[in-house]
Nanobody, 124 residues
Framework: QVQLVESGGGLVQAGGSLTLSCAAS????????MGWFRQAPGKEREFVAA????????YYADSVKGRFTISRDNAMTTVYLQMRSLKPEDTAVYYC?????????????????WGQGTQVTVSS
């Protein structure tokens, strides 16, 4: 079983950048598909980005495409979400998730493991 811990959230002005980290404990993230989701107040959790590494396939929500990048470190213990050109509508709690199962990675139900979330607030 893997435990996921997010960090890197905070307050940033519109147009700014922020990088979220998702650190795994217990095992490496080799053979895991990893995803990022977010949930704004009063809204449902929504897909942001996902990536598998064998073969390499990356998925992004239309709302973040071209602005966000999901990546993983060479040690395969940390996954990142680089966010730039941030907008107030990006304000949410961001969650990372992981799974070793195949599935529809844009769906939250595809994931077995979840972090506790990190708050991102973008001011206008």
């Amino acid at each position: 079983q893997v435990q996921l811990v997010e960090s890197g959230g905070g307050l940033v002005q519109a147009g700014g950048s922020l990088t979220l980290s998702c650190a795994a404990s217990g095992r490496t993230l080799a053979n895991y598909a990893m995803g990022w989701f977010r949930q704004a107040p009063g809204k449902e959790r929504e897909f942001v980005a996902a990536k598998i590494w064998s073969p390499v396939m990356t998925y992004y929500a239309d709302s973040v495409k071209g602005r966000f990048t999901i990546s993983r470190d060479n040690a395969m213990t940390t996954v990142y979400l680089q966010m730039r050109s941030l907008k107030p509508e990006d304000t949410a709690v961001y969650y990372c998730a992981g799974t070793r199962r195949s599935g529809d990675y844009y769906k939250s139900g595809a994931y077995e493991y979840w972090g506790q979330g990190t708050q991102v607030t973008v001011s206008s």
